[in-house]
């Protein structure tokens, strides 16, 4: 195989022993930050949860649902940012995994069926720009919307998807030319999630951290997908401890529900 057939794996950079895989909005932030434009600037969360289920039970594919719910939203996209900067909030735990994380050579890579500058302009916030610099982010995009002159005008901004699968964005894409090297060059996958979004990717990884009291938890049971619940990013960080320490194995972490 010559070189340009090698799969990218730009998470292996530094050799890593590790990579972290992690949903955006739900997991890393305690609100989602498009529910949360679909609730208060959109259709609102009757309609939403109703797609949402759709999706979950397979009658949908999360890529229309998802169009469907931000379509619904005409707020200039600048505007958008603004509110959700005040608005959403980071999970408690985060910052600390993230140092951590620098620290021991673990790359956070962030899989988002969100949109790019949404997920840098939070980031930002949160941690600072060059921080949120440092993360590798592979999601969806926004785009002016056909007839429209600029994002930042009334009706302006479209979501526009990294992929042609159901999903919109196919997150196990990004996982598998890791999960698929060869044993003595696999770092161990983890991955963390709470939603929908997260369906694509649940399969694919050593270990799936599964938000508390969402989604992915009831997908995760109905296909027998091995997981562990998490509250927050404390928690996460005392599990992959005690797993990069070598106390534990993947296998006797992955508990299911709590
Ligand atoms: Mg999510």
Not at 15 to 31: R, W
Request: negative net charge; hydrophobic residues 40%.
């Amino acid at each position: 195989m010559g070189s340009n057939d090698s799969p990218s794996l730009p998470a292996l950079a530094t050799d890593s022993k590790f990579i972290f895989f992690t949903d955006f909005d739900g997991t890393i932030t305690q609100q989602d930050s498009n529910d949360f434009m679909t609730d208060t600037l959109g259709f609102g969360p009757a309609l939403r949860k109703k797609g949402n289920e759709s999706v979950l039970f397979g009658h949908r594919d999360f890529r229309d649902s998802f169009s469907e719910m931000l379509d619904s939203i005409s707020t200039p996209f600048d505007q958008c940012i603004e509110t959700l900067l005040k608005n959403i909030t980071l999970d408690s735990g985060f910052k600390e995994f993230f140092h951590w994380a620098k620290e021991i050579n673990m790359p956070i890579v962030i899989l988002s069926g969100g949109m790019e500058p949404v997920i840098r302009a939070l980031l930002a916030h949160f941690l600072g720009k060059e921080e949120a610099d440092s993360l590798q982010i592979v999601s969806n995009q926004v785009a002016v919307r056909p007839g429209k002159k600029s994002l930042n005008e009334e009706g302006g901004w479209m979501i526009t998807y990294h992929d042609d699968s159901g999903f919109g964005h196919d997150k196990s894409l990004e996982i598998r030319p890791y999960a698929n090297l060869p044993a003595d060059q696999r770092p161990v996958l983890f991955y963390a999630g709470d939603g929908v979004s997260d369906l694509s990717a649940a399969k694919e990884t050593d270990l799936l951290f599964a938000k508390a009291g969402k989604d992915l938890i009831t997908y995760c049971e109905k296909e027998n997908v091995p997981f562990t619940t998490f509250h927050d990013f404390t928690e996460i960080l005392a599990v992959v401890k005690d797993i990069t320490a070598g106390k534990v194995t993947v296998k006797e972490a992955a508990v299911g529900r709590k």
